[in-house]
């Protein structure tokens, strides 16, 4: 169904998420404008990329679409342009103001990804999870089929947010992260407390 409706995107993908990104998930319509105001740098690119994935702006759209558009300009522009537009996402996003610390903000990703994917469930989505939470250190997981890079940049975004708790991030086994092959990153993040 890809090949035939955007040809030479499959080839684009990542093995690993090739075959398994789902049909019938649905990513919000608000997801185009975080991803346009993402690459604001490129707006011609954003507007042909669309064009090319037959996507309406403002409309709800396949998952897949969504995915593949990341994938399609981190070959096009490159690994950090998409870092980037991760960390611009999260002062794109509406976040709630209760969010105080940096460990409410890195919380909140399973929260928003999984709205943002219109509550798809998480086991064909995927998701963001924390696995290990400290007062001082959080383990969190990205289990997406988004390019590993995107999601760096939130995760070194929501940081930059939250400077005053000096966090710091890491990636754990980086020879299992989605960039080395795997199908989930897990990121180290280290705070100083409230």
């Known amino acids: ?59 709800v759209w396949p998952m897949w679409k969504l995915v593949a558009a990341f994938y399609l300009v981190e070959a096009r522009i490159g690994e950090s342009a998409v870092k980037h537009a991760g960390e611009k996402i999260y002062s794109t996003m509406s976040w709630p103001p209760h969010l105080r610390t940096v460990a409410d903000a890195l919380r909140f ?19 963001w999870r924390v696995e290990h939470e400290t007062p001082t250190r959080m383990v969190l997981a990205d289990d997406t089929p988004y390019p590993c890079r995107v999601n760096e940049g939130v995760v070194a975004g929501i940081s930059r947010a939250f400077a005053r708790h000096k966090p710091r991030y890491r990636i754990l086994d980086p020879d299992q992260a989605k960039r080395a092959g795997g199908t989930v990153t897990r990121y180290e993040i280290t705070f100083t407390p409230d």
Request: net charge neutral.
């Open 109 to 127: 990703t399973e929260t928003a990804y999984f709205e943002s994917h219109l509550r798809a469930p998480r086991w064909l989505a995927g998701c």
């Open 1 to 59: 169904m890809m090949e035939s409706e955007c040809p030479g995107v499959y080839e684009q993908l990542p093995r690993q998420f090739r075959d398994k990104l789902p049909a019938r998930v649905q990513a919000s319509p608000q997801n185009a404008s975080i991803f346009r105001a993402g690459f604001d740098f490129f707006p011609g690119l954003i507007t042909d990329l669309f064009n090319r994935l037959k996507y309406v702006e403002g409309t």
